[in-house]
């Protein structure tokens, strides 16, 4: 099992600005995951960490607006970078199919 | 891209009937998953399905792996208030990657 903690479990921000989101597991795993559920909606994969290498991005996100870093096994930050109103979502990090963080309430005004 | 279509979007019911859910999707999945989410939470894992065919239950919930590997269904008997909720299907195209792809959902509401 793996306990994830996700910090900070919401924020409200201006546009323009960056925020940046961490995960804490309690264990070491190799690769992370990152997600974002739009209001209403269901939870699109943003891009898979692993330690060591950089970040890979599904269709539709890129590095210089979700930029991700993974110092070691237990740990990985999402960034949100030149935020707008259409950046606020849930932010959930995850470390497979079963475990994942309470996710990160951004509103960006 | 790869897409799971979840039926129904939302459920009123009354405490005590069973509940059927379902997903289905235009391509082949190797791992079927069916989470739970309540407001202020992460999604919570109910039920993992490996093999086609595959019938499998925890608790008051069952839940299957179509025989064409291209959709999976789950049924909640007896309902409670405490199944209130949003009920998502996933789906990996391999399995162990841990990648997924997610339903849009099913939104539970019991009344008492």
């Known amino acids: 099992s793996a306990v994830i903690s996700q910090k900070p479990s919401r924020d409200i921000c201006q546009r323009g600005t960056s925020l940046t989101i961490q995960c804490q597991v309690d264990?070491?795993?190799?690769?992370m995951f990152w997600y974002r559920q739009q209001p209403g909606q269901s939870l699109t994969l943003i891009a898979t960490?692993?330690?060591?290498?950089?970040?890979?991005?599904e269709s539709g996100f890129v590095i210089d607006k979700f930029p991700i870093s993974r110092p070691n096994l237990t740990f990985s930050t999402l960034t949100v970078s030149n935020m707008s109103p259409e950046d606020s979502s849930i932010y959930l990090c995850?470390?497979?199919?079963?475990?994942f963080g309470q996710g990160t309430r951004l509103t960006v005004v | 891209g790869q897409q799971l279509n979840q039926s129904p979007q939302s459920m009123f019911i009354q405490e005590g009937e069973d509940v059927s859910m379902n997903c289905t999707s235009s391509?082949?999945?190797?791992?079927w998953l069916w989470y739970k989410q309540e407001p202020g939470e992460g999604p919570v894992l109910l039920i993992a399905?490996?093999?086609?065919?595959e019938l499998t239950s925890n608790g008051r919930l069952t839940a299957q792996f179509g025989i064409t590997r291209k959709d999976s269904f789950l049924n909640i008997s007896a309902s409670i208030p405490s199944d209130v909720g949003i009920y998502f299907c996933?789906?990996?195209?391999?399995?162990?990657?841990?990648?997924?792809?997610f339903g849009q959902g099913t939104r539970l509401t019991i009344n008492p």
């Open positions: 995850s470390v497979g199919e079963a475990f």
């Open positions: 264990s070491q795993v190799t690769m």
């Open positions: 960490a692993n330690q060591g290498s950089e970040a890979t991005y």
């Open positions: 391509s082949i999945f190797n791992t």
């Open positions: 399905l490996y093999k086609a065919g």
């Open positions: 996933a789906g990996t195209r391999i399995q162990g990657a841990q990648k997924l792809v």
